[in-house]
């Protein structure tokens, strides 16, 4: 009888906390550097949220170890809606890449609020590279393996496993090699130095425009606008090669109550239903998709296992 009259008082004080919320300023916290796409997705929707619930949504750069840093700030906050995390492909793949070390469980350990977009990419090369296509490259891989090389902006990055992913999917011995950045990283393709990379869509189109780089494929379900000449993965011959695109979303810590959860799905919703929110993210070369906090905890868990068969074929360690 007493656990029954705590649990209903710890409910209905949920209930109460949830009606008045928010009743102070909210944190959004980004694990990469200002400036980013990350970063200035979050930006924009954190302004959004903000006018929708009537508080402030400060952002916070909390960088480090590939997102780690910012996702083990937020799990250990406060599980009463203010402190959220945006989420990108690390979320669930520092889960795997250090399993051994248990640092967090991606669905256990966090609320979902909703999904936000997905960020496609674009396998680009030299311009003067000797392949012209996806189909080329592959060729070459098994002509001569391991000497085709990937550039990334890290180890367990998102460019750093779609390159793991083709050489999975076509059985390929092919070179990572990782840099300290994407700058970097695309200097090295453009000089020659490292076959291809995979890359953000919106910060290639001057140098593919430019003749420095030609682009070989698009990691998206159909032909992008920006990027009409250029064939999907599927069409170039890697079905299913989309499905692995990296999506961003909204998460809390643990246990944060329905009610308030309804509310911030509802902020993050409003904000991407906005006609001038949903432009400047197909600017940033975003995929806006909106989603229920159910349906964002199966597409975690989903991805989750797409990225563990991955890892696992690929042999991609921590470092």
């Known amino acids: 009888m007493k656990r029954a009259l705590l649990a209903f008082i710890a409910l209905w004080a949920g209930i109460a906390g949830a009606q008045d919320f928010p009743a102070k300023p909210l944190r959004l916290v980004i ?3 200002a400036g980013g796409p990350t970063d200035v997705i979050g930006r924009l929707i954190a302004q ?3 006018a929708s619930l009537g508080q402030p949504v400060v952002v916070e750069n909390k960088t480090g170890a590939n997102g780690l840093i910012g996702t083990l700030e937020v799990k250990k906050a406060p599980a009463d809606g203010y402190t959220l995390l945006v989420t990108t492909l690390s979320h669930n793949v520092n889960a795997l890449l250090m399993a051994d070390k248990k640092p967090y469980d991606p669905l256990k350990d966090f609320t979902p609020i909703s999904l936000v977009s997905f960020l496609p990419m674009v396998m680009v090369t030299r311009s003067d590279a000797p392949f012209n296509s996806v189909q080329e490259v592959v ?3 098994k002509a001569k393996p391991g000497e085709i090389s990937y550039a990334s902006a890290g180890n367990g990055g998102s460019a750093h496993l779609a390159g793991a992913l083709l050489a999975t999917l076509t059985h390929t011995q092919m ?12 200097t090295e393709v453009m000089a020659g130095r490292v076959s291809y990379m995979f890359y953000p869509m ?7 425009a430019q003749k420095r780089l030609k682009a070989l494929a698009v990691t998206t379900e159909k032909r992008h606008a920006d990027y009409a000449g250029v064939p999907t ?10 499905e692995y695109t990296q999506g961003l979303g909204i998460v809390g810590p643990a246990g944060i109550p329905a009610p308030v959860v309804a509310k911030l799905n509802a902020a993050v919703r409003t904000s991407l239903g906005k006609p001038e929110t949903e432009q400047r993210l197909k600017q940033l070369g975003a995929i806006v998709h909106a989603s229920s906090p159910e349906e964002f905890r199966t597409w975690l868990g989903q991805d989750a296992e797409r990225w563990a068969r991955v890892i696992k074929a690929a042999g991609v360690t921590a470092e």
């Open 202 to 208: 919106i910060g290639v189109t001057e140098q593919i």
């Open 233 to 242: 993965t599927a069409e170039a011959g890697l079905p299913g090669f989309e």
């Open 31 to 33: 694990g990469y550097a």
């Open 139 to 141: 060729a070459a891989a």
């Open 48 to 50: 959004d949220m903000a």
């Open 175 to 186: 070179t990572h090699v990782p840099f300290r950045g994407n700058a970097p990283a695309l």
